[in-house]
């Protein structure tokens, strides 16, 4: 399948991990820079610093945990599709529940379970929205509509519409 033609895998877990960093310290950054804001006393002065400080000390740590989840998903997937020998849904889920199960090993038997069905359940909803995307949008070019190849089949246009068409200095 077209769609999963990515990066070779040992550059594939480098590119993810970095991905997952940046997007986490962004979206990290974003949600404690209002959490700080929030939490800080009254005035501006102390808001605004209150606001930087969260980012300063938060937003690389949610950067970091994203970036492990990145490349553990990343390295399991590539791990998958050197076994199996093919790419596709099914290496990212299987990855997604087995990265949920091993960062969620310290907690026992019974979360660790909970968190593999999340994160399978989770890379099945984005695996599913990817594929219905990329059919609904292939659909669009197969059949673009009544007059997008033929112009002849037009219908013939009005004395006034003839004028507009020509523009007004021809």
Known sequence: ME???REPCPWR???DCGGAFTMGAIGGGIFQAVKGFRNAPQ???HRLRGSANAVRIRAPQIGGSFAVWGGLFSTIDCGLVHLRGREDPWNSITSGALTGAILA???GPLTMMGSAV????LLAL???FGILLTRYTAQ???NPGPFAEDPSQLPPLDGSQQQRAKGPFQ
Request: glycine share 22%; no cysteine.
């Open 3 to 5: 769609e999963y033609v």
């Open 13 to 15: 877990i480098v590119d």
């Open 43 to 45: 005035g501006v002065g």
């Open 105 to 107: 090993a310290r907690s």
């Open 118 to 121: 999340m994160g399978g359940v």
């Open 126 to 128: 984005i695996e599913g």
């Open 140 to 142: 669009q070019y197969q």
